[in-house]
C-alpha cells in the first residue's frame, strides 16, 4: 500500500455582482470571489492538495484560467474531475482537513452543508473531511475583508 500527502492553498478577493461560493455552496453575501471559475477557493484549495498528492501538478495545469471552457465553471466538476484523474492512477481519497480564512460572513452555519456536498464527490464518508473556519484577527487582505483564502491536506492511498 502506497500513502502520500498533499497540500493546496488558494485565495481570492471580493468582487461585487458575483454570487460568493464556498464549499461548493452559495452563501448569503453582498460579495462573491472575483475568479475565472465561480471562486471557490475551498474547493480549489482541495483539488491542488489532491493534485500535489498525486504528483499531479497543479490545478492550473488541468484547468488554465485563460480558457473559455472555465469561465465561470462550478468547481464541484473540477473537483470531480481530479478525484477521477487520481481514480484512473489507482488512487483514492484517505482524508481531507481544510481551512479557510476569513472575517465574514461567518461560515459555522454553512460547514456541515460543505461536507455534505463535497463529501460524495471525493467518495469519502463525511466524518472523513474536516472543514474549519478561522478569522486573521483583523490583519492582512483576509483580516481586513478584502477577501478569502483556504488551505487544505489532503491523504490519498493506493492498493
Known amino acids: 500500500m502506497r500513502f502520500r500527502v498533499g ?17 461548493g455552496i452559495r452563501i448569503p453575501f453582498d460579495k462573491g470571489l472575483a475568479a475565472h471559475s465561480d471562486g471557490d477557493v475551498l474547493i480549489h484549495a482541495i483539488c491542488d492538495a489532491l493534485l500535489g498528492a498525486a504528483a499531479l501538478k497543479d490545478i492550473g495545469t488541468h484547468f488554465p484560467d485563460n480558457s473559455a471552457q472555465y469561465q465561470n465553471i462550478d468547481s464541484k466538476l473540477l473537483l470531480e474531475k481530479v478525484v477521477a484523474l487520481l481514480v484512473a492512477q489507482g488512487w483514492r481519497v484517505n482524508n481531507i482537513d481544510c481551512t479557510l480564512i476569513l472575517e465574514e460572513p461567518k461560515m459555522k452555519p454553512y460547514v456541515d452543508t460543505m461536507t455534505q456536498t463535497l463529501a460524495p464527490i471525493l467518495q469519502v464518508e463525511p466524518a472523513d473531511l474536516s472543514i474549519k473556519a478561522k478569522t486573521n ?3 492582512g487582505y483576509t483580516g481586513h475583508r478584502e477577501g478569502v483564502a483556504a488551505l487544505a491536506v489532503a491523504s490519498i492511498i493506493q492498493e
Open 7 to 23: 497540500l493546496g492553498y488558494d485565495s481570492h478577493r471580493f468582487a461585487l455582482d458575483r454570487p460568493l461560493v464556498i464549499g
Open 137 to 139: 484577527e483583523q490583519m
